[in-house]
C-alpha cells in the first residue's frame, strides 16, 4: 500500500490501490507529461539534442578514426621483417650456414636468404635492368641478405643481428613503428579527454535545458508541492525529459557518424588501393552503438537529475 | 477529537518577526470558522503552520493526534495530501483540462483510474463544472476557475480544508457563491478554515471566527455573538 502518515485527523477516505499500481501510473503521468513538453517545444528540443548529438559524435569520430589507424598500422606491424645485409666477404656458402643458425634461434620466427644473384634479378624486375647493364653487371656488387621475422622483441633481436660479426647493415622500422604506436596512443588520450570533456558539455546541455523547464514551471512545481507531490513525482518528468534528450542525441551522434563514414569511404578505399590495400573504415559495431545510446541517454538523465535535485532541494519544506 | 488543535503557538521568523504569539484554539469536525485580522496579522501564517510551509517557534499544532512539528521533512507530502488548500490566485496548472487540474489529488494518492475518474466526475458536477470539464482554465471565468480550485481542494475528501483569502479577487455575487459552497463542505464532514479580511462577508457566513491582530488571537467569536462584534 501506499505510504500513510500515523496519527491522522479524523477523515481518510481516499481509498488507493497497490504499491505497484501506484509507482506504474506515477510512471505512466510522467512519461506522458515529459512527451508532451518535448512535443510542445520542438525547435527547442531539436537544438538541445542536435547540440548534445554534436558533443557526442565528434569524441566517438575521433576514437574511430583513431581504432581505424590503429587497425591499419596493425596490418603494417604484420610485416615487421629485419633485414641483415651482410658483408660482401660473406658467400653464399656462409650465408646459408648463417641463415640455418639464425633459424635456431627461439627469438627468431623464420630466415630468408636473397642471394646477391636473386636482389641482382629484383633490380631487373623493377625495371633497372637497363640501368644495371649500363654500369655493367659482370661483378655483382649487390650482398646477400637475411630477412628475418623476429618473434618477440624486435628491437633486442635487431641489436643482437647487429653485432653478428658477419652483419654489414641491418635494416629495422621500428623507430616509425614507436613513433605511430605513441601517436596512436596520444590520439586515443585525446579522444578519451575530448570524450569526458564533450560528455560533461552534454551533461551540462541538458542540465541548462532541465533548468529552463523548471524555471518555466515553478509555479506548477509550487502548487504540486502543497498538493502533497513528493520530491520523486516532480522529479520524475524531467528525469525522463533528459532521457529522451539522451536517447535522441545519442542516435542522432551514431547516424552523423554513420553519414561522415560514408562519406569517406570511397575517397579513402580509392586512397588505399594506389598503394595495393585493400582498407576498409570500420564503423561501429551494434554492441558499441547500444552503448554509445545507452550512454547518452545515461547522461540525459543524470543531467536532469542532478538539476532537478538541486531545486527541489532549495525549495523543500521547513525542517522539523 | 478536534480536527485542528493549535496550543500555545508562537512563530518568529529569521530577523525577529513575530507573526504569531501564544495562539490557542480547536477546530471540531465538520466546523466552519473564519480567520480574520489586518494585513500582517499572523493569518497567512497560520494557514502555513497547518499546511507545513512553516513549523512553530514555541507551542504545539495538532491535526488530529498528530503533532505537526514532529513530521519529518520526507512526511510533509503525506501530510499536505489531508488537508485541502484554496488560494487566493487558485493556482491551476493552466496547461491541464478542468479534469486533469481536479484529478491530481488523487493521482498523488495513487488511486486507480476509474476511481479517479468517478470521483472527478462527481465533484465537477456539484460544482456545476461538469460541462466545463475539457476546457484548459484560461478558457474559464474568474469563478468558474475558483471553483476548479475548490474542486482539487475537496476532491480527496480532505477532514481540513484551509482557504487563504479565497474570494479575494471576485465580485461580491461570485464571493457570496464561493462561500455558499465552502458552507456545504462541513455538512460532508471537512472542515473548513476560510482567512480573509473581508469582515462584511465574515459577519454574513454566520459562522465562528477567529481575529488575529498583531499575531496574538484577539478574539474568538462564536456564530450567536457575531451580531454584537
Known sequence: MPEALDGAAVRRPARPHGRIGTWFDHHLYSFVASLGRVARRPWSTALTIGVMAVALALPIGLWLAMANVARFSGDVQRAREISVFLKTDVDAAGAQVLARTLRARPDIGGVQLRTPAQGLAELRANGLGAAIDAVGADDNPLPSVLVVTPRGDEALLAASLQALPEADLVQHDALWRQRLDGWLRFGMRVALVLGALLGLGALLVVGNTVRLDIQSRREEIGVLQHLGATDGFIRRPFLYLGLWYGLASGALAIALLTFAANALDAPLAELAASYGSRFMLQGLDVVAAVAVVAGAALLGWLGAGLVAGHYLRQTRPTET | ?229
Do not use: C, W
Not at chain 2, 493549535?6 to 466552519?32: C, I, R, T, W
Not at chain 2, 485580522?37 to 493526534?65: D, M, N, Q, W, Y
Not at chain 2, 480532505?158 to 474570494?167: H, I, N, R, Y
Open chain 2, 1 to 229: 477529537m478536534s480536527v485542528l488543535r493549535f496550543d500555545n503557538v508562537s512563530k518568529q521568523y529569521p530577523g525577529g518577526h513575530v507573526a504569531l504569539a501564544d495562539v490557542s484554539f480547536e477546530v471540531q469536525p465538520g466546523e466552519m470558522l473564519f480567520v480574520t485580522g489586518h494585513s500582517g496579522a499572523g493569518k497567512s501564517t497560520l494557514l502555513k503552520l497547518i499546511h507545513l510551509s512553516e513549523r512553530p517557534s514555541r507551542g504545539a499544532v495538532l491535526f488530529g493526534e498528530r503533532n505537526l512539528r514532529k513530521v519529518r521533512r520526507g512526511r510533509v507530502p503525506l501530510h499536505r495530501r489531508e488537508v485541502g488548500v484554496v488560494f487566493q490566485d487558485h493556482r491551476l496548472l493552466t496547461d491541464r483540462s478542468v479534469y486533469d487540474n481536479v484529478a491530481l489529488p488523487l493521482i498523488l494518492r495513487g488511486m486507480r483510474r476509474g476511481e479517479i475518474g468517478k470521483r472527478v466526475r462527481s465533484v465537477l458536477d456539484k460544482l456545476g463544472l461538469s460541462e466545463r470539464e475539457r476546457a484548459l482554465p484560461t478558457q474559464l471565468s474568474a469563478g468558474e476557475q475558483q471553483r476548479v480550485g475548490i474542486a482539487r481542494a475537496v476532491v480527496a475528501e480532505p477532514a481540513l480544508l484551509v482557504a487563504d483569502e479565497p474570494t479575494g479577487n471576485l465580485d461580491p455575487t461570485l464571493s457570496a457563491e464561493i462561500m455558499a459552497l465552502f458552507a456545504s463542505l462541513p455538512e460532508r464532514g471537512t472542515s473548513v478554515l476560510v482567512a480573509s479580511h473581508d469582515l462584511g462577508l465574515v459577519k454574513r457566513m454566520k459562522k465562528r471566527v477567529l481575529v488575529l491582530d498583531h499575531g496574538q488571537l484577539a478574539d474568538d467569536i462564536a456564530p450567536e455573538d457575531l451580531a454584537d462584534a
